[in-house]
C-alpha cells in the first residue's frame, strides 16, 4: 500500500520558519514528480511548490523566494523548506506524488499536516 507521511507542521511567530518533510513508500519513487499543496477552511487546495522527477521546480507566486522544496531520491523524500513565514502561509500542507505511464496515471496525497502562523 502506497503511503505518504508528512510531519514538520506546527506553529511558528511571522517570520519564523518551518520544514516539511514527505516520506514516500513508493517503488521507483525517482520517476515520480512531487509536490507540496496547501488547503484552507472553505478555499480550494492549491499547489505551493513542485519538483519533476528530474529536477526542475516551480513555485506559486506567493512563496517565490522564501519557500524551496527539494527531493532526495535514496530516500524517498521531498522537503518543503518555508522560511519568511508570513500569517497568510496558515493552511493544511499535503504531500503529493504523481506520474503517467502512457494513458494510466499514479496521483497520491498524504495525509496533511497543520502550519499555523501566528503571533
Known amino acids: 500500500q502506497v503511503q505518504l507521511v508528512e510531519s514538520g507542521g506546527g506553529s511558528v511567530q511571522p517570520g519564523g520558519s518551518l520544514r516539511l518533510s514527505c516520506a514516500a513508500s513508493l517503488s521507483s519513487f525517482s520517476s515520480y514528480a512531487a509536490g507540496w499543496y496547501r488547503q484552507v477552511p472553505g478555499k480550494q487546495r492549491e499547489l505551493v511548490a513542485a519538483v519533476s522527477s528530474g529536477g526542475s521546480t516551480n513555485y506559486a507566486d506567493s512563496v517565490k523566494g522564501r519557500f524551496t522544496i527539494s527531493r532526495d531520491n535514496a530516500k524517498n523524500t521531498v522537503i518543503l523548506q518555508m522560511n519568511s513565514l508570513k500569517p497568510e502561509d496558515t493552511a493544511v500542507y499535503y504531500c503529493?506524488?504523481?506520474?503517467?505511464?502512457?494513458?494510466?496515471?499514479?496521483?497520491?496525497w498524504g495525509q496533511g499536516t497543520q502550519v499555523t502562523v501566528s503571533s
Open positions: 503529493n506524488a504523481n506520474r503517467q505511464v502512457w494513458e494510466l496515471k499514479y496521483d497520491y
